[in-house]
């Protein structure tokens, strides 16, 4: 499955409240119906089967960050550098996109406290275009640990993104290393980066700021990977075993800390702060 | 013998031709001097046009080309006394990625470097230039011992992406590409990268986040594979041409984009045709580059790496 199919498959979650159409949600994994408010006010977690399912930027912001923190701006950054086409224009995507979407692209940083201890949280949303990582995404993390840095505080990255932004080709890989830059930055300014990956987690961004934490957290059952399911399934031809790329196989296999609960996060990530204090710079 | 790409078919043809005229005359007594000069005139001429107007598409399979010149050729023509070092130290040693000691022009350096393969034993052992978590770890490795010895590093990139299988998640490839990429940053020495084939996403950045980066004339470098990004965009991979050229993957799409900061030129007919003398140009534009930072100080070097990065794709 890749991020067009999944964001449409995300789709229900998008749409306007309160009209008997979105009374009930049908939860993706159990196929439980679940009536909306209820599963929204249990922080879109499921119920009955613990699927956590895939939330905003402005939504995972105010979960984790004490009341008055304040949302960064999103920096401007070169608008469609390759006249990009497919069966549309990249314009026209993203264009569409940021009227499904209160922001302008798929990164929000903003800065605050999480139990009284400051921190810049980064979000990336699903909803945007799959979260991809383009100029936009790879200049708002990096303005996000400027701040930080500023702040001389931690950073805090939820990850989602089904990868790189194709549309803006190269350009889009480059922001790999970019920002690999500024978590060397924060390592040598002895500030703590935490990262915590959310479903689904792929692809570049995987292969970059989401596995260069000083610590990693996942949330139950999200898919975290470098490469896609089927790729790997047409290169091997063999099933792949159970629960493959998943938060807990993640586990298992060493690269990420812990598997935390939504309803647990925000605390988790206090409790964490309390000893990672800012050291002085190496 | 040649393998000729499809768009090669008329320079094949003529070649055909020239050959079948140069056997005969071993025989005949006819004077056909004339016309084999004639022919292989226009057979170059031919070869010059194609090669000097290649779409991306085309580039990408001179890219792939099967008798391309590869990390073992570059090694043989450009560098010298290359000592192969081996070893991730944490689980085995990966010889899609090759790295060791080598000489390039006099001066000591730390080569790393993707080897695809020539044939089909030497492929499968190299399993393709693709990869794995163990290769990236053994790239970190060689770069951090690089560093702490003053060498500087040359990295010769051509893969098609890293190993996209079950072992190699595994052994947390994502992991191992990021700390490769950190592993670059990092360096209190010049790294020079160039693309010499394919430059394919994450697993060919790992190795490039270099102070300089430079392309052959004819190799490409892109997020996505054209048939990835066809299937996903356009839904099929047929398509594979359109996204090639519509994601800009050529040496001067990148050029012009700020991506990389120069273009080797490759031999007429691509560096297949005379890897001796692509090794020629490419060691010595390499010498150039690092001659540039003789006498810089480690924290210079490592700015003006960080620069190159921050200040692109804003
Ligand atoms: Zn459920």
Redesign the pocket.
Known sequence: MNWLTRARNALPFLGKRDTPDNLWTK??????M?FTKDYEENLSV??????HGRIGADRRLALLLDEGYEVLSQPDVREDPLKFRDTKKYTERLKQARAANPHRDAFTAAAGTIDNRPAVVGVQDFGFMGGSMGMAVGEAFCKGAEEALKRRCAYVVVTAAGGARMQEGILSLMQMPKATVMTRRLKEAGLPYIVVLTDPTTGGVTASYAMLGDIHIAEPGALIGFAGQRVIQDTIREQLPDGFQRAEYLHRHGMVDMVVDRHELKGTLADLLEYLEPAEAA | MNAYLDFEKPVAQLEARIADLRSSAQSDQVDISAELARLEQKSAALLETTYSSLTPWQKTQVARHPKRPHFRDYVQYGFADFMPLGGDRLYGDDEAIMGGFAKLDGRRVMLIGHEKGHDTESRLRHNFGMGKPEGYRKAIRLMELAGRFGLPVVTLVDTSGAFPGVEAEERGQAEAIARSTEACLALPVPIISVIVGEGGSGGAVALAASNRVLMLEHAVYSVISPEGCASILWRTAEKASEAAQAMKVTSSDLLSLGVIDGVVPEPVGGAHRDPETAADRLTSRISEELAQFDGRTSKEIVAQREERFLNMAR
């Open positions: 939860c993706p994994a159990c196929q439980e679940l499921c119920p009955k089967c613990d699927y």
